[in-house]
Structure formats: structure tokens, C-alpha cells
């Protein structure tokens, strides 16, 4: 599992922050702002999150391939390692009020993988490490009236680094992407526009993502949002490690989808995105240059529950 790479990160980069070669303790990079695109059809209000201390929610995520294709070799295959889906149960709460926010901690309180058929013996037993280390992981975070992360703690305990670079990317930035909602501070009304554009790095290749979000309705404190993910990189070499290096010659992905959330709760009630990616990219060693086209499409749904 140590000498999974990029491909598998960008393969399936929908919740991507970036990929580490080496995991540490520390706050996930700050997010940027929000940027209000169009302000929608008046009467407009302002969205923003008031959520009581004490607040308990459970939280299910399921990810899987709906299709998966790639020129794989031997080489890939080792490099790559097995891309399990997942079935994840979540735990937040209870929170606690902070003068411009709530802070909550997220655990994963179960977790099942989703295997492809023809799977070794040995890769099932990594991925059920992965899976082992992954149940009882959590973070704390502190987020604004916006939905915005302001601080993060985020530690990894012993066995850990077993866990695919596909999950733990996906746990670490999920409350982002689609469990928590971010908010402009501008009002707003239906139809409005509002998107969150970061520059990321998996491992040293440069992606730029931009997530967008249309307001469609909101009755109260509930509103939902059609949601739109694109990941672009341009040609270019990123170095693995001191042996290997991967040739981008060119990556997009591109995602689709809705949420329903409520601006007295931490996470989405439900959310729902249907992701599709293609890239084709080169790994390089003194030995040779291995060529990998991979194109994938895969569904992520979110289904919550609030205690209080």
C-alpha cells in the first residue's frame, strides 16, 4: 500500500486535497474563499450556519466505481495497488459553540470496503489493514458562519498509513466538498451562483479544481444546492521519488450533482455527486517509460441523520 501514486489519487480526486508521500499531523491547507458568481432572484437573505452546541449527527457514505477502464501492465498494477470502494458510518457531534462558529469532531465509527472482482489474496489483506486502521479515525474542526473550515486537528495514530490515499483524502476533505456546505457571506436568492477555486498539489503535479453551487430552492433553515467539481492539469512532470517520476500529459475530471443542507447542522442532510475522469499519464524509471490511460466514473452519496 506504501507505493500507491499519484494516478490512483487523480483516478479519483473528487474530495482531493492532496496526496502526501508521508502523513502528518497538522490542520488540512486553509480554504480559500468563497466568491459569489450571481446573486440569484430577490428577495435574497443571507445563508449562515447557527448550529447549536450539542448537536449530534450520523452520517452515511457510500463510494463506488460504476466504471473503471485503464491500459494496466504488471508494472501499474504493483505501483497502483487495488482502488476499493467504501462504506463508511460517521459520528460528529456533539458540538460546541464558538463566538463566530461551532466546532465539531468527525470520527468514523464503522467502515467496510468494496472489492473488485479478482482480487488477490494479498491485496485484500491490505486493503482490510486499511480498513482496520481506518475505523476509530477522527479530526476536530472548527468552522465559520460560512461553513468554512478556520482550524483543524487532524492526527493520524499507529497503522494508519495502511489506508488507501483514496480514503483518507476523501475523509479529509468530505465535510468540504459536499458534507458541509459553504455559504457566501452576500445575500442571496433562488438561483444563485457561488463557487470555491483551489490550486492543488497531488504529490508535486499541479490540478486546479473548482467546485460550484447553484441554489435551487430553501424553505427556513434548509436549502438545496445543484453542485458542479472540475479538476483540469496541464501537461507537465512530477517527480514520485527518487527513482520514479509521472509524465501528465493530460488529466480532467468532472462531477455532477445536489445536496440538501440545513444551516443549524455540521453536515448535509443528503448529498449526492456522480463523478467521471480520464487520464492519461506516463511513469518514468531508469528502467523504462510505462504508458497508463484510466478512465473512471464513480458515485458518492451521503445520507444523514441529526440526534438532537
Same mark, same amino acid.
Given at each position: 500500500m ?20 508521508k ?27 447557527a ?9 452515511f457514505?457510500?463510494?463506488h ?13 504493483n505501483?497502483f495497488?487495488v482502488?476499493p ?7 460528529v ?8 462558529g461551532? &466546532?465539531y469532531?468527525? @470520527? %468514523?465509527? +464503522?467502515? /467496510? ?18 480498513v ?11 468552522v ?16 494508519q ?17 459536499i458534507a ?9 436568492g ?12 497531488i ?9 460550484r ?17 472540475e479538476?483540469?492539469?496541464a ?7 527518487? &527513482?520514479?517520476?509521472? @509524465? %501528465?500529459? +493530460?488529466? /480532467? ?25 480520464a ?9 523504462k ?10 458515485v ?9
Amino acid at each position: 500500500m506504501k507505493n500507491l501514486i499519484v494516478t490512483v489519487c487523480m483516478a479519483a480526486a473528487l474530495f482531493t486535497v492532496a496526496c502526501k508521500k508521508k502523513k502528518t499531523a497538522g490542520p488540512p491547507p486553509p480554504e480559500l474563499a468563497v466568491t459569489l458568481v450571481d446573486p440569484g432572484a430577490a428577495p435574497r437573505e443571507t445563508l449562515q450556519y447557527a448550529i447549536p452546541s450539542d448537536t449530534v449527527m450520523r452520517s452515511f457514505l457510500d463510494v463506488h466505481d460504476i466504471e473503471a477502464a485503464s491500459e494496466d501492465s504488471e508494472y501499474a498494477s504493483n505501483a497502483f495497488g487495488v482502488l476499493p470502494g467504501v462504506k463508511l458510518q460517521l459520528h460528529v457531534g456533539p458540538t460546541v459553540s464558538l463566538p463566530n462558529g461551532a &466546532r465539531y469532531v468527525l @470520527r %468514523v465509527s +464503522s467502515a /467496510e470496503s468494496v472489492l473488485p472482482d479478482g482480487v488477490s489474496d494479498r491485496e485484500m489483506e491490505e486493503v482490510e489493514a486499511g480498513v482496520r486502521a481506518l475505523r476509530g479515525m477522527r479530526g476536530r474542526f472548527d468552522v465559520n458562519r460560512q461553513g468554512v473550515v478556520m482550524e483543524a486537528d487532524v492526527p493520524w495514530e499507529q497503522g494508519q498509513e495502511r489506508i488507501h490515499p483514496r480514503v483518507t483524502i476523501m475523509i479529509g476533505n468530505l465535510r468540504s466538498a459536499i458534507a458541509t456546505i459553504p455559504v457566501p457571506r452576500e445575500p442571496v436568492g433562488i438561483g444563485a451562483v457561488w463557487e470555491v477555486r483551489r490550486p492543488l498539489r497531488i504529490w508535486s503535479a499541479r490540478v486546479t479544481q473548482v467546485t460550484r453551487y447553484q441554489l435551487t430552492d430553501r424553505v427556513g433553515d434548509r436549502f438545496r444546492v445543484a453542485i458542479t467539481v472540475e479538476q483540469k492539469a496541464a501537461p507537465q512532470t512530477a517527480d514520485l521519488n527518487p &527513482r520514479l517520476e509521472m @509524465r %501528465v500529459r +493530460s488529466y /480532467e475530471m468532472r462531477a455532477r450533482g445536489h445536496a440538501l443542507a440545513d444551516l443549524g447542522l455540521p453536515l448535509a442532510l443528503e448529498a449526492q455527486l456522480e463523478s467521471s475522469s480520464a487520464a492519461e499519464i506516463a511513469l518514468v524509471s531508469p528502467e523504462k517509460t510505462e504508458p497508463l490511460t484510466s478512465v473512471r466514473r464513480s458515485v458518492v452519496r451521503l445520507v444523514s441523520q441529526s440526534g438532537r
